[in-house]
């Protein structure tokens, strides 16, 4: 594919070009936005790959961009955010941002964040995540038509609720999923019960990975949700 390109929503000037300059020293394409207004006009006309963005901007809330976004746009958002709250990463989240990104932070996080967005953003246009009847990551297949698991070509079995899980987490990876997204998708409805949901995981990723206390396939936001990453990708599972 082209070289991305990406759009970033930030009005510190300071962090803006910390950012851009970054984005630069690897050859990315950019655009700048210092409003949320203004984002949103950059990303109706630019159609950029992905989104930088910034929360707190002086004309509206950052969370109010995401969701606005999402009404015609599923690329890949990425939250820089002083904000550190898990409160603030759960609304983000669910509002629909990919990825949450506190401040002050390393360029080389998020460079590290940009490479797993992109990936994201390739599988996409590929068409390889939500069309394909099969979903494979490195040593793990998904037959969703059969409805079979295999792991190094060894069928596992799964029960009902672990099968649906693995599936969610399959469909969105690269992404982070919020408890509350993953009980609502799972059970049909609102429900509060994380405890239950934790301990699905565990049993999850005692099936599927090879070492249940270092896993590879399933990343931990602890007190925000799961992600499932490409393995390669960036990123550190726990």
């Not at 949103?40 to 002086?58: C, H, N, Q, T, Y």
Request: with cysteine; proline share 3%; charged share 30%.
């Amino acid at each position: 594919m082209n070289k991305p390109l990406i759009l970033v929503v930030e009005d510190d000037k300071a962090v803006q070009k910390l950012i851009t300059t970054t984005l630069e020293t690897q050859s990315y394409q950019y655009h700048t936005a210092g409003t949320g207004k203004g984002s949103i006009l950059e990303a109706v006309s630019r159609k950029p790959d992905i989104m930088i963005l910034d929360l707190g901007l002086p004309d509206m809330n950052g969370i109010d961009v995401i969701k606005k976004v999402r009404t015609w746009s599923n690329m890949p958002i990425i939250v820089v955010s002083a904000r550190s709250e898990d409160r603030d990463k759960i609304d983000a989240l669910d509002a629909g941002a990919d990825d949450y990104l506190t401040k002050p932070f390393s360029v080389d996080e998020l460079l590290a964040r940009l490479r797993v967005s992109l990936r994201r953003v390739r599988y996409d246009s590929e068409k390889l995540q939500r069309d394909a009847t099969v979903f494979t990551n490195e040593n793990m297949k998904i037959d969703y038509a059969a409805g079979c698991v295999w792991i190094d070509d060894e069928e596992i079995h799964l029960t009902p609720m672990e099968y649906k899980l693995l599936c969610l987490l399959a469909k969105n990876v690269g992404k982070v999923l919020t408890h509350n997204f993953i009980l609502q998708e799972i059970w049909g409805s609102y429900s509060s019960d994380i405890p239950a949901l934790r301990v699905f995981m565990a049993t999850l990723r005692k099936k599927i990975e090879k070492d249940a206390s270092q896993p590879k396939y399933i990343q931990t936001h602890i007190g925000v949700g799961y992600r499932m990453l490409r393995v390669g990708d960036d990123g550190k599972s726990g």
